[in-house]
C-alpha cells in the first residue's frame, strides 16, 4: 500500500473525500480567485486593511477546505484503520493528530 493511502485504496477504493471533490475544486478555483485580487490589490496600491481584510478571507476560506478534507479523513480512513486494528490504525491515529496540529499551528 502506498505510504499515504487510506485503507482499502491498495483495492482501488477512492479517497474519503471523493464523493466532494468537486465541490473542494470549486472552492479551491475560488480561493485561487481571492489570491489573485489581492496581488491586484498590492500593484494598485490599494489600502493597508482592505488588504489584509482579503488576506484573512482567503485563510478563512482555505482553514474551512482544510477541516473538511481533515473531518472526510477521519470518516473514511481513519475509522477504517481503526476497524481493522494493528500498526495500521496507530499509524493512522499518529498521522491524523499530527494533521490537526498543523492546522492549529497555522
Do not use: F
Not at 481571492?34 to 486593511?49: F, L, N, P, T
Not at 477541516?67 to 495500521?88: K, N, P, R
Amino acid at each position: 500500500m502506498p505510504e499515504h493511502a487510506c485503507a482499502g485504496e491498495a483495492a482501488g477504493d477512492s479517497p474519503g473525500y471523493t464523493a466532494q471533490k468537486e465541490n473542494y475544486a470549486k472552492r479551491l478555483r475560488r480561493i485561487e480567485g481571492q489570491v489573485r485580487g489581492i496581488a491586484k490589490m498590492i500593484d494598485e496600491d490599494k489600502y493597508c486593511i482592505d488588504v489584509l481584510t482579503q488576506i484573512s478571507a482567503v485563510n478563512s476560506a482555505l482553514q474551512s477546505v482544510a477541516l473538511g478534507l481533515l473531518d472526510e479523513h477521519l470518516g473514511h480512513c481513519v475509522s477504517h484503520a481503526v476497524a481493522a486494528g494493528g500498526e495500521e490504525a496507530d499509524a493512522k491515529l499518529a498521522e491524523a493528530s499530527a494533521a490537526i496540529a498543523r492546522l492549529v499551528r497555522s
